[in-house]
C-alpha cells in the first residue's frame, strides 16, 4: 500500500514532477509532462504498478527530512542501528533533459542499503524491455526510454532491478535516471554532483526574486517553491496539482485529474505571483490564459490542457485499484465540457488585475474581451454547472451570477479606469440588472442568508467570496448572515466544507474532506470584517495542517486528521500566500479585489504601457 498523502514530497523540473515518500520511495511520475503517462504508479496501485525504492536495507527508528532552503531539494535522513545515512532527491530544472538525480550519503558509521527499481510505462500496464547499453541500463517501450547510471552493480530479478550495497561515513554514491524520447539517441551522461549544484543555485536566485516580507516569510516562501514547480515552463501554464484520483474521501468515488490547468484559478495565481514581485511568471501565466481561452466566448472551457489542450477525455484505468482502494482511477478530466458561468468572472477579473499591474498585451485583447463580455451579458441567465462542477442538472447557482456581476463590473471598469472603448451603458445595466436579481432569487429570505442555487435553503462556500470579489461590501447585513451562517453549519474546528454532500444535487455519493482553499477564504473574510485576531488563530490552524515539508493538498479529513485530495493542490497554497498578505499589514488581494483599497496591487507595478494599450 501507498503511504499517507501526507507523507510525500515533492521534486520537479518546471515540467513535470515526482513524489517521493518518507520510505525512499518515488510513487509517482510522469514522463514526460505533467500529464503524461505515469511510469512510476504505485501511489494508485501496488508497488508493481512502478516504482523506484531507496533506502537501508534493515529497520529504521527514525526518519527526519526538509528541502534545502529555498529549494525543491529534498533531504531524507535514516537513522538505524548501523548509523545514518542520508538520500538527497531534485530534479535538474534544465530545457531539454528531464533527470531524476538520487545521491546516497552516509553521515555516520556504516550502513547496508538495497535499492528496488520496477519501471511501468502507461500507468502500470507496460514492463519495458530493459538492457544493458555501455554504463546504463536502459529500459524502453514504445515513446519513451528510461536510463539509470550508477557506480553500484545492478541486478535484474523477476522483471525487477535491484542492488545490495554499503556506504561508509562520508561515501557519497549517486543514482541519476534520465528520460529521452525511444527514438532518439540517448543523451549524454551527467555528473550527479554538478547537477546537484546547479539546481540549487537554480531554485536559490529564483527564491532571490521573492519581494514578500512579512509575519509567514518561510510558508510564503515554501508555498511560492511549490507553484513554480507546478508551473509547465515552455507555455507559463499552471497544474491545479501533480497527481490525479488521490480521493477526497477515503474508499470514495470522488477522484479526479488535476494534472491541468483551470481559468478560475487564474485571478487568485495572479495575485500570488504579483504580491511576491514575479511579474514574469505572472505574465507568462496571463499569456497562457490569453491563448488558451482564445476563440469564440461559447466554446470557453473551464479548464485547459497545460499547452491549450481542448480535448481531456475522461477515462477510468480499471488495473489501477486506486488510492487504498479509492476507485475508479481517472485520467482527462469530463468538467472541460461542463458550461460554468463563472469562468468569464475569473477571465476578466484577471485581465482587469494585469491591467491593474501593467501587464498590457495589445489592443486584440481587448477586442477578445468585448466579444467575451458581451456573450457573457447575452448568457447569464442560463442554469450551469457551478464552480464545483456538479455532475447533476444544471442550476441557476448564486456564485456563478455573482461572478457573471465580476465580469460586467471588470469591463466597466476597463472603460471607465482606462479609457477603453466599449457600450458602457449597456454593460452598467446587465451589471445592475444581476445584481438586482442575485440579492432577490440568491438569498434564504426567511435567514436573510445567500444560499447555493435559487431556491434553495443551503449554504456554499463559495459564497465566501461575495464580499471579496466586491459583489457586497463585508459590512452589509446580508454578508454577516452569510459568513455567520457558514460558521454555524459548514464549519468544524475551523476548517470549512465546501457544502453539504448529504444534501446535494451534484450526482455523486456523499462524503468528503473538507476543502482548505475555503478554509483560507473565510480568514480572508474574518480580516476584512475586523475580526483580526480570529483571522490569525484560523491562519495559524490551516498553518499546522502543512506537512513537515509545508505541502498541502486540496482536502483534510479531521476523522483521521489525514490529507486528502490531489497534492499539492496549487490553489491551496495560492491560497495561503494571499492570506499571508490579507492579514499583513498594507492590505492585500481580498483589499485590492473588493474595492476596498484603491491602492496599486500588492507587489507593485510591472513597467507601464500606453493606457489604451491591452
Known sequence: MPLRIEDYALIGNTRTAALVGKDGSIDWMCVPRFDSNACFAALLGKQEHGHWQLGPARGVAAVRRAYRPDTLILETEFETEEGAVRIIDCMPVWEERTEIVRIVECVRGSMPMRMELIMRFCYGTVTP?????????????GPDSLELRTPVELVGRDFTT?????????????????????H??????????????????YWRAWCGHSTYEGRWNDAVRSSLVILKALTFAPTGGMVAAATTSLPEQIGGVRNWDYRYCWVRDATFTLYALLLAGYHDEARAWRGWLLRAAAGHPAELQILYGIAGERQLTELTLPWLPGYENSAPVRVGNAAAVQSQLDIYGELMDSLHLARDAGLATDADAWNFQRTLVNFCASNWQHPDSGIWEMRGEPQQFTHSKVMAWVAMDRAVKAIENYGLEGPLDKWREVRAAIHDEVCEKGIDKARGVFVQRYGSTELDASLLLIPLVGFLPPDDPRVQATIAAIEHELVVDGLVLRYRTSHSTDGLPPGEGFFLPCSFWLADNLALCGRNAEADALFERLLALRNDVGMLSEEYGLRDHRALGNTPQALTHVALINTARNLSKGGGPSEHRSGATTEEPPGGQAPVASPKSE
Not at 532518439?184 to 543555485?201: G, K
Open 129 to 141: 524491455w530493459v538492457r544493458r547499453v555501455d554504463d546504463a541500463l536502459l529500459a524502453t517501450a
Open 162 to 182: 535491484v542492488a545490495e550495497f554499503t556506504v561508509s561515513q562520508g561515501q557519497r554514491v549517486p543514482f541519476v535516471m534520465t528520460w529521452f524520447p525511444s
Open 184 to 201: 532518439e539517441t540517448h543523451p549524454l551522461p551527467i555528473d550527479a554532483e554538478a547537477a546537484l549544484a546547479a539546481t540549487e543555485r
